[in-house]
């Protein structure tokens, strides 16, 4: 399957991209996660993105795209992916379509979360990321590590990420409603969406995206 997923930042597409892509069997493919390893890695991508991602504003378009067209085109995800993160204007999402479309493959699904503002923000303020592994994400109430500061599964350290931060969180609810939000409604266009609430227990969430995938709706 090939799917993009699309919500407002916190509303848990991480979370479910990780259930998802392993239940399909598909590559999850998050370009915030590709620009955060660059940062660590203090690439040149890096230096460049992290003032864009710090300040809450979306990394140029260009650089973007290249990103995410050399991650599809690796073999693991030849057979479908799971987007999280891309496209997220629709400039993107005109650019993954010409992509698509020369190598004559198509979307099966646009999956999108919905979820409440004052709890997208409640879900941020309290996330606890691995710096081990990006795909390791707590949050201090809902899903709280054993030991304070410390990644369950790996032992690796939990930090909060810059972007986190209550003013920088405002910028990017603003350029969601702004930039992204347009991108559901050129999909609808092409009858791609699915919408399913992203409130609730994660299990029950997964189970409703599994559910709103097969059947369509
Ligand atoms: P990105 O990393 O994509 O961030 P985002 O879209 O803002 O989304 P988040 O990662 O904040 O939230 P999420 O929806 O994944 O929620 P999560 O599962 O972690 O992008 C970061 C930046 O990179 C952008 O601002 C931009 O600068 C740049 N960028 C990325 N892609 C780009 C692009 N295409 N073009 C240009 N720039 C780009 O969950 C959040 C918390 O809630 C966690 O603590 C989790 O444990 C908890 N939680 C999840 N589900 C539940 C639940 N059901 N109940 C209770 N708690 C839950
Ligand atoms: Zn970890």
Known sequence: MRIVLVGPPGAGKGT???????????PHISTGDLFRANISRQTELGKLAKSYIDAGNLVPDEVTIAMAKDRMAQPDAEGGFLLDGFPRNVSQAEALDELLKSEGIKLDAVLDLEAPEDEVVKRIAGRRVCRKDSAH?????????????????????????????????????????????????????????????????????????????????
């Open 16 to 26: 479910q991209a990780t259930r998802l892509a392993e239940k399909l069997r598909i």
């Open 137 to 217: 994400v707590f949050h201090v109430t809902y899903s709280p590590p054993k030991q304070d500061g410390v990644c369950d599964l790996c032992g690796g350290e939990l930090y909060q990420r810059n972007d986190d931060s209550e003013e920088t969180v405002r910028t990017r609810l603003e350029v969601y409603h702004t930039q992204t939000e347009p991108i559901i409604g050129y999909y609808r266009a092409q009858g791609l969406v699915v919408t399913i609430s992203a409130t609730g227990p994660v299990d029950e969430v997964t189970g409703r995206a599994l559910e709103a995938l097969k059947s369509g709706q």
